[in-house]
C-alpha cells in the first residue's frame, strides 16, 4: 500500500493527550478560504467551520498535535501553539459540504465567505487527506476500529496514517486511534488548517455575506 504523502508537517512539534475517542473524531474541511497551502505554513490564527450531511472515509486515523498560529493576524505577531485533534483519511467523499470563515474587514465589518459543494448526489472527493480539528459534533459509526494504538504505527493494517519520521518522537508513539472505514453524519465542525493531495470539489459556489452567526456562517 502507497504510503500517504503528507506536505506541512515541520509546524507540529509536539503531542498532546488525546481526545476520547466518538467525541473528537474525524471531520471534514477544505482549507480553500485561507489560499494556497503550501508545503510548510503556520496556520493563520483563523477558525473556519464546516458542515457535512454526510461523510465515508477510508484508512482513518487520529492522534494529538498543535499547530502554530499568529496570535494577531493583521500584525503577523509572534506564533502561538494551538492544541488540534488531527485526523486523517486515505480517501474520503462528502455529501452536502458547506464551509465558511468570518474576516473583520475596516470599514465594513464582518464578511463571511461561504463556499458549498458535494450536492445533488455528487459528492466532494478527497484524497490523503489531513485535518485539524478543535471542536466536532456528529453521528459517528466505525467499521475494524482500533483505539489507544501508538500513533507511527496506524498505518500498518488500516490505511490509515500517523506522524511522519520528522515529527517528534513524543507524537510518534503518542495515543491515537484507527479504523479501516469512518461513516459520519450531520458533521458540524471547527478546524484551524487542512491539506490534502488532491480535492475535487462538484458544484462548487461561493458567496461573500455581510455579519455573521446562524444563517450567514454554515452553523
Not at 37 to 63: D, I, N, P, R
Not at 151 to 162: I, L, V, Y
Not at 167 to 177: K, L
Amino acid at each position: 500500500m502507497e504510503s500517504m504523502a503528507r506536505g506541512g508537517t515541520r509546524w507540529k512539534r509536539f503531542a498532546l493527550v488525546m481526545v476520547p475517542s466518538v467525541a473528537a473524531t474525524a471531520a471534514i474541511g477544505v482549507g480553500l478560504a485561507q489560499g494556497a497551502l503550501a508545503a510548510s505554513f503556520a496556520v493563520s490564527g483563523q477558525e473556519f467551520k464546516v458542515k457535512a450531511g454526510h461523510l465515508v472515509g477510508h484508512g482513518f486515523a487520529q492522534y494529538g498535535g498543535v499547530d502554530m498560529g499568529y496570535t494577531n493576524v493583521k500584525e503577523g505577531e509572534a506564533k502561538a501553539p494551538r492544541p488540534v485533534a488531527i485526523s486523517t483519511f486515505r480517501d474520503a467523499k462528502i455529501h452536502n459540504m458547506c464551509q465558511s470563515v468570518v474576516t473583520d474587514v475596516p470599514g465594513l465589518g464582518k464578511i463571511t465567505l461561504r463556499l458549498e459543494a458535494g450536492k445533488g448526489g455528487k459528492p466532494v472527493v478527497a484524497e490523503n487527506l489531513y485535518l485539524d480539528v478543535t471542536d466536532l459534533k456528529a453521528d459517528a459509526k466505525f467499521e475494524d476500529i482500533d483505539i489507544g494504538v501508538a500513533a507511527k504505527d496506524t498505518d500498518r493494517r488500516k490505511g490509515g496514517k500517523g506522524p511522519e519520521v520528522k515529527d517528534s518522537s513524543i507524537m510518534q508513539n503518542g495515543f491515537a486511534q484507527q479504523a479501516r472505514v469512518a461513516t459520519l453524519d450531520n458533521v458540524e465542525q471547527k478546524a484551524w488548517a487542512t491539506t490534502a493531495a488532491s480535492f475535487k470539489l462538484s458544484g462548487l459556489s461561493m458567496k461573500l455575506k455581510k455579519g455573521d452567526g446562524p444563517g450567514v456562517e454554515c452553523f
